[in-house]
T-cell receptor, first 114, second 110 residues
């Protein structure tokens, strides 16, 4: 099976712009989660989607949003970018059900805000 | 709220040495995962442990889940430069929410 894919891998934006990141989960996985990773804060949970519905949400401002499509692919959007949004954004998928729950990560999108 | 604390935060050792990384919490988890992450890449799953007291081995890596399912350890025997990376533990609660540890950055010097 192909792993989790994320596009683009690298992105440079300026303050005030918005950005959309894309994630394709492992085939058959219906849950997609998004994380922000920075050197100072580590891995921070953004949100999780399952069957096109947001299932869990972390403690991030409303500028961060996401959605999931019927084929389980997910997008994450950040509006009005700030310098502090520079980070590695990771997507993880899992099947949900049928055994111990384990997440599988994509390679990430490195976002730099100038 | 940081539920999982990892120690040590940084570790630099010589090739061939042994090491142990700890992942501790006051919360009970239904399962716990260990990942290794290299710079600029996503975390790669190493193991999932489910049962209290469970021990799993992956070549030179030994993982143990605490009896009370609140903590875990990762032991590496005869470390090699290829083991260099950021090691992350993650616990899943009964609501299927994941919580990540603070991470242990390991450097193995040839």
């Amino acid at each position: 099976k192909a792993g989790v894919t994320q596009t683009p891998r690298y992105l440079i934006k300026t303050r005030g712009q918005q950005v959309t990141l894309s994630c394709s989960p492992i085939s058959g996985h219906r849950s997609v989660s998004w994380y922000q990773q920075t050197p100072g804060q580590g891995l921070q949970f953004l949100f999780e989607y399952f069957s096109e519905t947001q299932r869990n949400k972390g403690n991030f401002p409303g500028r961060f949003s996401g959605r999931q499509f019927s084929n389980s692919r997910s997008e994450m959007n950040v509006s009005t970018l700030e310098l502090g949004d520079s980070a590695l954004y990771l997507c993880a998928s899992r099947p949900l059900g049928g055994g111990p729950d384990t997440q599988y990560f994509g390679p990430g999108t490195r976002l730099t805000v100038l | 709220t940081q539920l999982l604390e990892q120690s040590p935060q940084f570790l630099s050792i010589q090739e061939g040495e042994n090491l142990t990384v700890y992942c501790n919490s006051s919360s009970v988890f239904s399962s716990l995962q260990w990942y290794r992450q290299e710079p600029g890449e996503g975390p790669v799953l190493l193991v999932t442990v489910v049962t209290g007291g469970e021990v799993k081995k992956l070549k030179r890596l030994t993982f143990q889940f605490g009896d009370a399912r609140k903590d875990s350890s990762l032991h590496i025997t005869a470390a090699q430069p290829g083991d260099t990376g950021l090691y992350l533990c993650a616990g899943a609660d009964t609501g299927n929410q994941f919580y990540f540890g603070t991470g242990t950055s390991l450097t193995v010097i040839p």
